[in-house]
């Protein structure tokens, strides 16, 4: 597990979904046998992880990925490094032959990340990419309304995703300062735009072409010393994407917005016969019998409560943490060598949307996304 010291690699990979995993026993299959799991912990600062380790119970870690990826014992490499440095470790894997697991985005452009995805193709490696957002309660309610066909023909889904991440001056950034320098792989585009195409062609339809409109709102923050420093990435991106199905999605990100709804990430979704808004956790819908027929009056305020038109989707599963449930998914695929779908050539579509994003934006146009393959 390559970058573990990293809030996302600590939190939600080693500590939330592997070592839940090691700590439940491992994941039990349908033939009553076991997937268990011990981690090895890569890093640069040795003391770091050898904290960590401490703190969990954890015999391995070490600052060589060399001998890491040359010892047969590791079976999976994990990768959770800036992106920066992840296309060049992702090489070393896929060349000593180890199964893969890794966030994204998968490189720094599409070029890239399509040759990372033969690389591993040709030496028949098996690879997966975190999809993490398609596991969320509120997503999965979704998926369910989905396919139910409760929204009869989707027409559109519009998001709104952000918060106000503090500038550094008088309140520490509750991001790190590397997310709003282009230079060191930051910015929002790059950050939001592969989970925005994973969710919308997975629940709606491939990704055909992108509108965005990059923004830096803030131009001076300060890092974690204290010290100011130029943003050179953009921090809110407004896109439109068009789908198959002529879907048309919406989707503002922003850190410089201040939140008023009811979750950080919300998606509107509008079908000919209902229409849902869901969450991280959260999912109500309005049906087309229930739908209230609203009269435009400048004139008269209007007292009418749409808030109270829209019913709660009830919580009928246990949802699982969703990287931890990826996790899962990843790792029976790996031990019964089942096709996985969320691979190598799958992050490259989000690496692509992303690269397709920051082009729109500095030229202005819309921009097409060609089909990509092996």
Known sequence: MNGVSGRMGYRQHLLRSILA?????????????????????????????????????????TTDLDA???DPQWEIYADFLVTKARATALRKAIAAGKTIYTEKP?????????????????????????????YLPGLQKLRRLIESGFFGRILSVRGEFGYWVFEGDWQPAQRPSWNYRTEDGGGIIVDMFPHWNYILENLFGPVRSVYAQASTHIPDRWDENGTPYRATAEDAAYGIFELDGDIVAQINSSWTVRVNRDELVEFHVDGTHGSAVVGLFGAKLQGRNLTPKPVWNLDLADEHDYAADWAEVPTNDVFRNGFRQQWHEFLESYVLGTDYPFDLLAGARGVQLAEAGLESAREGRKVELAELGL
């Open 106 to 134: 998968t490189a720094e452009s599409v070029d890239e990340a399509l040759e990372l995805a033969r690389l591993a193709s040709e030496a028949g490696v098996k690879t997966g990419v975190v999809h993490d957002k398609l």
């Open 68 to 70: 890491a990826l040359a």
């Open 21 to 61: 995993i090691r700590d439940e026993g491992g994941i039990e299959l349908s033939d009553g046998s076991r997937i268990t799991v011990r981690p090895l912990l890569v890093g640069r600062s040795e003391a770091k992880l050898a904290e960590i380790a401490q703190r969990h119970g954890i015999a391995d870690y």
